[in-house]
């Protein structure tokens, strides 16, 4: 039997007129170029920032992007709001540094840069048994129970010294088993270039998971459950898978930080380690995938830099995280995109005298409220180094009328510009908008 000849232009019986001809499907260049310049990051970043510090950091912005990426595959991609995510990568920290003794004492012949998977599985499983129970319900109980889950395994922790170590926790040592090539994960950069391997590709792997029939799913369980039920899914089974492969991710997670830290202690399954990560995943910005990136790296920037040059630094996060939810609910992530938008049309040239405007008048304002703050922060924790502290180069009493009288002048000024500032922004923005709009019909007509 031969083939069937299409000289005479006819289709031949059951195949669809668009299977007679090819079409050409270009190359996503944009998508390569971000994902290429996001390795080419990865690559030189420990280059230009040699310092052991900064290889530390960049280490845990890699652990912190992965958590955050993890945590928003239930938040922002499945609107599921948990109190609990810290259970999963804390307990894939636990189960790696075991592993990784286990493999110091040659009872685990697999390599050191493999722990981290390790890790993975175990919360995965951790997630098989909690998940059934944690996705029945959906909204707020889904909430309460997640917080009463991670509340549950944190008062655990002390409960039983044998796995988690009491108040001392586990450690461990990394420079242990195979050494490839010479690798020993000894040196930090070593284990820099291990971490940012395993940040590609979760990343990599996160993303695919969006355009994957599941992930598509799970966006419409968020956005519209009692239709996908109408049409035959089970949006607990939907829930459910989603929330055992974010676990996974988040055991890789904690399996870095385990080789990172070599100690794991209760605190990384903590309501506190939790809540950090739902802050620093809206900062950065559940809507948009790259936003829970700009989080993780907000999240080691806070904990790391911020934390050394003031004791109330938890108190300016938590200022932040008031004023985002006030002005940009969608985080830093929808900022940028709705900036990109107005560029896109050729308009953002006209802003940037009021985003200069913005950002003087919310720096005295800020200035202004943390000089307040430290003097309240060195009367209640300094009060026997005498009244006299310095801020920013300049000297503060903080008994003193002037000093308050000054910072309350600065940070009341400050906030009487910005909001001059904020109303003529507002004023151009929405002309803009509504020159995008316009100019979006007229395309549209054409």
């Known amino acids: 039997m031969g083939l069937p000849s299409q000289a005479d232009g006819r289709v031949p019986a059951g195949r669809t007129q668009a299977a007679a001809y090819y079409e050409f499907k270009p190359y996503n260049v944009g998508r390569w170029f971000v994902w290429g310049a996001f390795a080419l990051i990865l690559l030189v970043a420990p280059m230009l920032f040699r310092s052991s510090l900064a290889h530390t950091m960049l280490s845990q912005m890699g ?100 796995f988690f170590g009491g108040e001392g926790g586990i450690s461990g040592n990394r420079v242990t088993g195979a050494r490839p090539a010479g690798i020993t994960f000894g040196p930090q950069i070593q284990l820099y270039y291990l971490i940012a391997v395993y940040t590609f590709v979760c990343t990599a792997l996160m993303f695919a998971f969006t355009r994957t029939p599941l992930g598509r799913m799970v966006n419409a369980v968020r956005d519209n459950p009692e239709r996908v039920e109408f049409v035959g899914y089970d949006t607990q089974k939907v829930r459910y898978f989603v929330f055992i492969i974010s676990a996974f991710f988040a055991g890789i997670s904690g399996g870095l930080a385990a080789l990172n830290f070599e100690i794991v202690t209760s605190e990384v399954v903590s309501g506190p380690r939790s809540g950090a990560y739902l802050l620093f995943t809206f900062l950065g910005g559940a809507t948009f995938f790259f936003g829970p990136v700009l989080g993780g790296i907000l999240l080691v920037l806070a904990f790391v830099l911020l934390s050394e040059f003031t004791k109330a630094w938890l108190l300016y996060i938590g200022l932040v995280f008031l004023f985002m939810v006030m002005y940009a609910p969608g985080g830093l992530a929808s900022l940028i995109m709705m900036n990109l938008r107005v560029a896109a049309f050729g308009r953002l040239k006209e802003l940037w005298v009021s985003y200069l405007a913005l950002a003087f008048t919310a720096l005295v304002t800020l200035l202004g409220a943390a000089a307040m703050i430290e003097m309240v922060y060195h009367l209640q924790l300094n009060a026997a180094l005498g009244p006299e502290l310095r801020f920013l180069g300049a000297s503060l009493n903080a008994k003193g009328l002037d000093s308050w009288f000054g910072a309350g002048f600065v940070m009341v000024t400050g906030l009487g510009l910005f909001e001059v500032a904020r109303r003529q922004y507002l004023r151009q923005w929405g002309e803009i908008q509504e020159f995008i709009e316009k100019e979006m019909k007229r395309r549209e007509t054409l």
Not at 76 to 100: K, N
Request: hydrophobic share 55%; aromatic share 12%; charged share 5%.
């Open 63 to 162: 652990i912190a992007i992965i958590v955050c990426l993890s945590y928003n595959m239930l938040l922002g991609q499945g609107g599921m709001l948990s109190f609990g995510h810290a259970v999963y990568s804390g307990m894939g920290s636990f189960l790696a540094i075991h592993t990784l003794n286990l493999v110091a004492k040659d009872s685990w012949p697999i390599p050191v840069s493999l722990v981290p998977i390790v890790g993975g599985l175990f919360s995965a499983l951790f997630a098989v048994i909690f998940g059934y129970v944690t996705t029945k319900k959906a909204g707020t109980p889904f909430a309460m129970i997640t917080l009463g889950i991670g509340e549950l395994v944190w008062a655990s922790a002390l409960m039983f010294p044998e």
